[in-house]
């Protein structure tokens, strides 16, 4: 995971505009890769909660709940998933 910048965005060949949010750099085993996350989605909230940086997506999901409502962006489309 890395804080999406638009220097960072312009460094991975991205649109610079995507606005701040937390890019999944790389997919190793576990958790992720079962759920379907690839590299290059760029979370967007977390139970309805922003996610501007990595910092914001690691307190979203240490809060306590039984489940999370992922909104990510994926070559330009929004997906909901719900885990």
């Given at each position: 995971m890395i804080n999406l910048s638009p220097a960072v965005a312009d460094e991975l060949g991205l649109d610079p505009?995507?606005?701040p949010g937390a890019l999944i750099s790389a997919v190793g085993r576990g958790f992720a890769v079962s759920?379907?996350?690839r590299p290059g989605d760029l979370i967007r909230s977390v139970n309805g909660r922003r996610i501007e940086s990595v910092r914001d997506l690691n307190a979203a999901l240490e809060t306590p709940g039984r489940g999370w409502q992922i909104v990510l962006e994926r070559n330009g489309q929004t997906i909901t998933a719900n885990f």
């Open positions: 505009f995507l606005g759920a379907g996350f």
